[in-house]
C-alpha cells in the first residue's frame, strides 16, 4: 500500500486503493514515527468523504482530522470524533503490519493466522 518512510512524518496522507476499474476506496494513512495507522475515508456524520483529495484533507498535524462537510474534528490517535454533528462517533479504523522492510499492508485477518 506504501512505504512507511515515504508517508510524510506526523501527517495524514489520503492513499487510494484500486477495487476494480472503476471503484477506488480511499484510505487516511496516520504517521507518527514508526507508528501508522489508518481510517477510512467517511465521516461518520453522512457517510461521505472528509475530503475528496490530499489537498483538501483538513488536519491539524499530531492533533486532528476535520470533515470538509461540515467540520467535524476527529482526534488523531483514534479516530474518535471531539466536536460536531457527530461527536462520540469514531472514524472506521483499519488494522495495518509495518513490514521489516518499511512496506505498510493491511493486517491479516487473525483468525487466518492461526
Ligand atoms: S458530513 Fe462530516 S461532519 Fe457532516
Known amino acids: ?6 508517508l510524510a512524518d506526523v501527517c495524514a496522507t489520503m492513499v487510494t486503493l484500486n477495487t476494480t476499474e472503476d471503484n477506488v ?9 514508526p507508528d501508522v495507522h489508518a481510517f477510512v475515508n467517511r465521516c461518520p456524520h453522512f457517510g461521505v468523504p472528509l475530503a475528496s483529495r490530499q489537498d483538501h484533507l483538513l488536519q491539524k498535524p499530531g492533533i ?3 470533515c470538509n462537510v461540515h467540520y467535524a474534528r ?8 471531539e466536536s460536531g ?3 462520540g462517533e469514531s472514524l472506521i479504523s483499519v488494522p495495518l503490519e509495518v513490514q521489516p522492510d518499511g512496506r505498510v499492508c493491511i493486517a ?5 493466522r492461526q
Request: proline share 3%; with cysteine.
Open 1 to 6: 500500500m506504501a512505504q512507511r518512510d515515504a
Open 74 to 81: 476527529f482526534r488523531w490517535s483514534d479516530g474518535l470524533c
Open 108 to 112: 491479516r485477518d487473525p483468525i487466518e
Open 25 to 33: 476506496f480511499r484510505l487516511l494513512l496516520v504517521r507518527a514515527g
Open 64 to 66: 486532528s482530522i476535520s
Open 85 to 87: 454533528e457527530c461527536k
